[in-house]
């Protein structure tokens, strides 16, 4: 199973610029995370907080029970074997063609022979549905695909831990739509902890477990996808809907009297908050632990989460039943 990542009271600024402070959150064992918040608000600062790539002022992040703010250089390689990122562009080499892209990081880090080394590529390649493209260079072949060629490179070393920063960014609707159940199958298959920062709405409301938005240089909120989807706080109202309307302007935060007067200007629009139902994985897909090890977490907190997303919860218990036996 996934391990837990928690993040305990995190604070970073760059120069005299907070980028957020205080932030404390704890990412479950094996469930998939979305963490949500205008441009700029630092959530690709904080995925790299979480790997180890930026050092916070204060605070810890605990992985597998080392902190890895504080511990030492071969202790934070160790535990960042357990972790696999995908980058927002893939980050791949472009002089290289996918296999060998994908193979990096076992040449790089284990002692594998090449036999074993092509037998892990060609597996993690046919996982994400690149079977066939190993000799393709990444400037021939589509976002989509690059994106899924950094998927599967994040996944070769066997991690517990996968971050993925934007895998949507770039794609149009249908590729999100099959990267999002790719990313279910995925957590179905190696139950592994799993963070995406995302911008796209969709992709936050069907594949996590749990949602979190960090804005005003603060987590607003974390915790079960319900909490969020049904909050009635501004700004996530605002988000959630892309509308202009509300706290969240183009630049920077807004004053109260030009929130008024562009509520009057724009179109009343459906409003899209609401619990709908999460992803499940693809028929002939292993059934997802982490939907049970969720069930039953959410429904230890139940009481202190708020009426409306008490009831999302409730209702959606049937469908991790059905899932279960079906
Ligand atoms: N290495 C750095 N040095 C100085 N400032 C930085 C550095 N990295 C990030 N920042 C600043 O930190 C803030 C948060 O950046 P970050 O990229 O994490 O935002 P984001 O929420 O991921 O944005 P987006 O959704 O647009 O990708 C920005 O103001 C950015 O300019």
Not at 22 to 37: F, H, K, N, R, Y
């Amino acid at each position: 199973m996934g391990i837990e990542v928690e993040a305990d009271g995190l604070t970073k600024s760059f120069g005299r610029h907070t980028v957020w402070r205080d932030v404390s959150l704890t990412l479950p064992a094996g469930e998939i995370s979305v963490m949500l918040g205008p441009s700029g608000t630092g959530k690709t600062v904080f995925l790299k907080t979480l790997v180890g790539l930026v050092r916070p002022e204060r605070g810890r992040v605990v992985i597998n029970g080392v902190d890895i703010v504080s511990c030492r250089e071969r202790q934070l390689y160790r535990t960042r074997r357990l972790m696999g990122v995908m980058f927002q562009d893939g980050a791949l080499f472009g002089s290289m063609n996918l296999y060998d892209n994908i193979a990096f990081p076992l040449r790089e880090h284990t002692r594998r022979n090449e036999r074993q080394i092509r037998s892990i590529v060609e597996e993690k390649m046919a996982m994400v549905g690149l079977s066939g493209a190993e000799s393709k260079l990444p400037g021939e072949i589509s976002g989509g695909m690059r994106k899924r060629a950094g998927l599967a490179r994040a996944l070769v070393l066997d991690p517990e831990f996968i971050l993925c920063d934007e895998p949507d960014s770039g794609l149009d609707p249908v590729r999100t739509a099959y990267l999002s159940q790719l990313l279910i199958d995925l957590n179905a298959q190696i139950d592994a902890t799993i963070l995406i920062v995302t911008h796209n709405i969709q992709m936050a409301r069907t594949v996590p477990d749990n949602i979190g938005m960090l804005y005003r240089r603060q987590l607003v909120t974390f915790g079960p996808r319900e909490v969020l989807l049904t909050s009635d706080e501004p700004v996530v109202a605002q988000f959630l809907n892309g509308r202009r309307s509300g706290p969240i302007g183009m630049s920077e935060e807004k004053d109260a009297a030009a929130t008024a007067a562009e509520a009057m200007t724009e179109p009343d629009l459906d409003d899209v908050r609401g619990v709908v139902p999460q992803l499940t994985p693809t028929p002939g897909q292993p059934y997802r632990q982490a939907a049970a090890r969720r069930q039953e977490r959410v429904m230890r907190i139940l009481h202190q989460l708020p009426p409306a997303a008490q009831q999302g919860i409730l209702a959606g218990r049937h469908e991790v039943s059905h899932e279960r036996t079906g």
